[in-house]
């Protein structure tokens, strides 16, 4: 399901970045287009993956709410992307809602379809995570909000580098996106690391306006590199939020994948192997004997409970109905089918987990064998496939979920 929206990329913005934290413009960006298309249901699907949070299993359930309730607030007679006529009279709080969960889900599956994305980590567990092992130092407490928030997601390209991005989403006008993605520049510079140049990919702004079904604007899709309006006090030398010491690429990178890893277990069943991937490394025996005990527990009950697809995938599929039925491509569809998996190689790679280990690669050796390299899936790291009625994200060959219409 595809529908149009207009495009800014901001070229200029990246040329105006400080020197220290000047990247080029994307090249993978459309370079003259003042449209593009988003993948509706997978970036639906997007917005369940992400705003399940790292560490919080119990509200896992999450990852199926936005489904239900966003696909039928769009108009999908239309074929740009706007709002369904009764969603005018929706509370302004529910708005909100709706602003923010589309700014993070359809601004980062249209970035990840053109950077590579190979892992995604909230920004402040990825603090959390490198503060808790000593390799991040904390100079000033994030904040929840303005200039002192960490950015909302740390992501790792199929190259290596990181991106930092703070995702922004508005019904209220192009006009509004343009302060926003303002107030996203400081957020997205406050975490330094070692090394700028090498290490970063991209710190970027990115965000949604959609329009109403009585907008005289059409919803816009806006990304920028916005320098911070402080950004001449934003050198190395000064106080900023958190530094990232210079360690092996190893133990930076963790917290990337463990969230990763963590949410796709969340997501196909397995929360308490997942919980047990989130806690810091175990330093006594008597500890380290009792994980491993409940971890290996954890794991056959997930083994036992889940279903199996292909006799390759373990499962865990979840069918919920529409509050009411919705017409599309001449049909009636009344409900949504969501489907997690993981793949049975990778869930036979946990079995050798030692919680002694800081990094997953250290605790679980035989994840080096489970990235698949040799399939296209691998390669890329992160997949889409989007029809008509139906999704798909595919995550190394390790992960896969899906989104489809009944």
């Known amino acids: 399901m595809l529908k149009n929206v207009l495009l800014i990329v901001d070229r200029q913005s990246w040329d105006k970045a400080a020197p220290a934290f000047r990247h080029s413009c994307p090249q993978a960006f459309p370079q003259e287009a003042a449209a593009t298309d988003l993948e509706v249901l997978g970036s639906l699907l997007q917005v369940g993956i992400l705003t399940v949070p790292p560490k919080a299993a119990s509200f896992s359930l999450a990852a199926y709410w936005a489904h239900i309730r966003y696909i039928t607030a769009i108009d999908l007679a239309d074929d740009f992307l706007k709002l369904h006529r009764e969603w005018e009279n929706i509370d302004p709080h529910q708005k909100t809602i709706l602003s923010d969960d589309w700014g993070v889900g359809f601004t980062m599956h249209w970035l990840s379809l053109r950077l590579c994305y190979r892992e995604f980590c909230d920004g402040r567990y990825f603090i959390d995570r490198l503060k808790g092992l000593g390799i991040a130092h904390v100079e000033k407490p994030p904040k929840k909000k303005g200039t002192y928030k960490c950015p909302d997601f740390v992501t790792r390209d199929v190259s290596g580098k990181y991106h930092l991005i703070e995702c922004k989403g508005t019904q209220s006008g192009s006009a509004h996106l343009s302060v926003q993605l303002q107030d996203a ?20 702004a990115a965000g949604l306006f959609i329009a109403s079904a009585k907008s005289k604007e ?14 001449d006090k934003r050198a190395f030398n000064t106080p900023v939020v958190v530094r990232i010491a210079h360690v092996e690429p190893q133990r930076i990178a963790d917290p990337l994948v463990r969230a990763d890893v963590g949410r796709h277990l969340q997501l196909a069943g397995a929360s308490r192997v997942a919980a047990e991937l989130f806690a810091l490394p175990a330093r006594n025996l008597a500890g380290q004997r009792s994980r491993r005990r409940s971890f290996e527990d954890s794991l056959a009950s997930f083994e036992k409970s889940a279903g199996v697809v292909d006799d390759l995938w373990l499962e865990r599929t979840v069918r919920v109905p529409l509050a009411e039925p919705i017409y599309y491509k001449g049909q009636m569809w009344r409900g949504v089918r969501l489907l997690h998996a993981v793949s049975r190689q990778y869930v036979k790679a946990l079995h050798d987990y030692d919680p002694a280990g800081e990094t997953l690669l250290t605790q679980l050796p035989a994840l080096r064998q489970t990235e698949f390299e040799g399939t296209e899936q ?6 889409s496939a989007e029809e008509d009625t139906g999704s798909a994200i595919y995550r190394a060959g390790i992960f896969r979920s899906e989104l489809q219409l009944e």
């Open 185 to 204: 520049a400081p957020q997205k510079v406050n975490i330094l690391f070692s090394d700028e140049q090498n290490q970063v990919g991209q710190r970027l």
């Open 218 to 231: 059409k919803s816009l899709l806006a990304i920028a590199d916005p320098p911070p309006r402080d950004h």
């Open 378 to 383: 691998g390669r890329l790291g992160w997949v």
